[in-house]
């Protein structure tokens, strides 16, 4: 079988399998809370068609939904977060283009592009997520600080990941 | 038609993501149709087995077994305590009714109530004494949240071991939540801290009648919803209605810690009152069977119909 398709869908579950069982149960000040299961989606290939970016947001989303019990929240930030990526990577070309660039990752594109790539990411999804999940919106200002806590939890996170096991690819 | 073949393809993602999202709000908008599914929830066998595991890695796994037979153990003890306290409270009330009648009511009560302190001095502080008529199934849980606006727990019994769908769940501190779906060997529990449910429930010092319902901020808290009498202090226990079928009656839901008379809501209070359950460790809970809802429920049904 293709080496592009098992990749793919290892990751996913490497990805899935962390965030439910280990980090799911992460919630810095009860309010920082840490997705990385982000990640997966934001670190697909390149070529990556819009079609299966969909598909398997949908389908990251879904599973990660039946673990915290919240029935689509996670499965429709997902898919627009993966509507999404690829109108924010042409904004985000660099001025060299993604010449043998095969994912998005830091060691290949750089840590500030990669910080600027998965915060604004990030940033995007926990809004969403917030913003679907709350009902109340006399939350929201507790809402806000905590899209920006986990958002910064989620980037450090995903950033330790990407130094200890993206690095010589 | 070969345009509209050609228009379909080009917008073939963006049909392929509304279609998606559809789903989704479809999901999110109808929870409880989704409840219903069980597969789709943590009850679902494959996600309740590997939440086992990771419980079993977490939990100090040598003292496991030993607090789980303490727990059946413990279970076992509380509903043949409260069994026997029905029946001396029945034997009392019968001698006391024998005795004479030159006791007024009042002494008779006030004796009845010394006999019954006599024996089991403080019922407050051993509630599950009081829930006599219910069987008690001990569960573990094996997932919780309580940052969430909508949490849900997961326990490790499921129908095989009797949970049906609608049970009360408690912990011996006070109340916890209710039974939303259930495979054969998990369940998942919709918790008090769940901005969608509602407990009736009472102050237990008047009998003034009120609705539990929490507003998704904190969870050591909760609001007290509809109470228009004026008679509500700080400091009163807040208990389970005795008109609810799913806990037992009269049990420990909270203690209203703040009262506002000047509420947007018209002649409604705004009541804030803290949870006698603690959610960060709770760690067992019991499933409460009632063993004469089914009676209950098919006297209510006989009534309707006529």
């Known amino acids: 079988m293709n080496s592009s398709i098992i990749t793919p869908v290892i990751s996913f579950f490497i990805y899935w399998i962390l965030q439910v069982l280990l980090f799911r149960n992460v919630a810095l000040f009860d309010m920082a809370f840490c997705f990385v299961y982000v990640g997966f989606l934001l670190l697909l290939p390149l070529e990556t068609s819009l079609t299966s970016l969909l598909l398997l947001g949908f389908a990251m989303g879904l599973a990660v939904d039946i673990f915290y019990d919240t029935a689509g929240v996670h499965a429709a930030t997902m898919v627009i977060i993966a509507f999404i990526r690829p109108s924010l990577l042409q904004f985000l070309r660099p001025s060299g283009g993604y010449d043998n660039v095969e994912s998005p990752t830091l060691s290949k594109l750089g840590f500030n592009w990669f910080i600027i790539y998965a915060g604004i990411t990030l940033l995007f999804h926990h809004s969403i997520l917030f913003l679907i999940q709350g009902s109340n919106f006399s939350l929201w200002f507790s809402n806000f600080f905590s899209i920006l806590a986990s958002t910064v939890l989620s980037l450090f996170v995903l950033v330790i990941g990407q130094f200890l096991f993206y690095r010589s690819r | ?306």
């Open chain 2, 1 to 306: 038609m070969k345009e509209l073949i050609n228009f379909l393809y080009r917008f073939r993602n963006f049909l392929l993501f509304l279609l998606l999202e559809g789903v989704c709000f479809w999901l999110i908008i109808n929870h409880n149709t989704y409840q219903r599914i069980v597969v789709l929830t943590s009850a679902s066998s494959v996600v309740g087995t590997s939440l086992d595991m990771q419980n079993w890695i977490t939990t100090r796994w040598n003292l496991k077994d030993e607090n789980e037979r303490l727990l059946e153990e413990n279970a076992k003890l509380h509903s043949l305590l409260a069994s026997q306290i029905r029946k001396n409270q029945v034997n009392d009330t019968l001698a006391f009714d024998k005795i004479d009648s030159s006791y007024s009511q009042k002494e008779k009560d006030s004796l009845r109530f010394l006999s019954l302190s006599g024996k089991f001095i403080d019922l407050d502080s051993m509630q599950l004494l009081s829930v006599s008529e219910y069987q008690l199934i001990p569960a573990k849980v094996i997932k919780h949240s309580y940052l969430l606006e909508r949490n849900f727990l997961t326990i490790n019994k499921g129908s095989k071991q009797g949970i049906k769908k609608g049970m009360g769940v408690i912990t011996d501190s006070g109340i916890v939540g209710k039974v939303e779906a259930v495979s054969n060997n998990y369940a998942t529990i919709r918790s008090i801290l769940h901005i969608d449910y509602q407990v009736a429930s009472q102050i237990k010092r008047n009998g003034v009648n009120a609705t539990t319902q929490w507003d998704g901020t904190d969870y050591r808290n909760s609001n007290l919803l509809y109470t228009s009498a004026k008679d509500i202090k700080v400091g009163d226990t807040v208990v389970t209605s005795v008109e609810n079928n799913f806990y037992p009656k009269e049990f420990l839901v909270g203690y209203i810690e703040d009262v506002k008379f000047t509420s947007a809501k018209g002649n409604f209070n705004e009541v804030r009152m803290r949870l006698a359950t603690d959610f960060t460790t709770l760690s067992y809970v019991y499933v409460i069977e009632n063993q004469y809802k089914s009676e209950i429920d098919s006297l209510e049904e006989i009534t309707i119909e006529k």
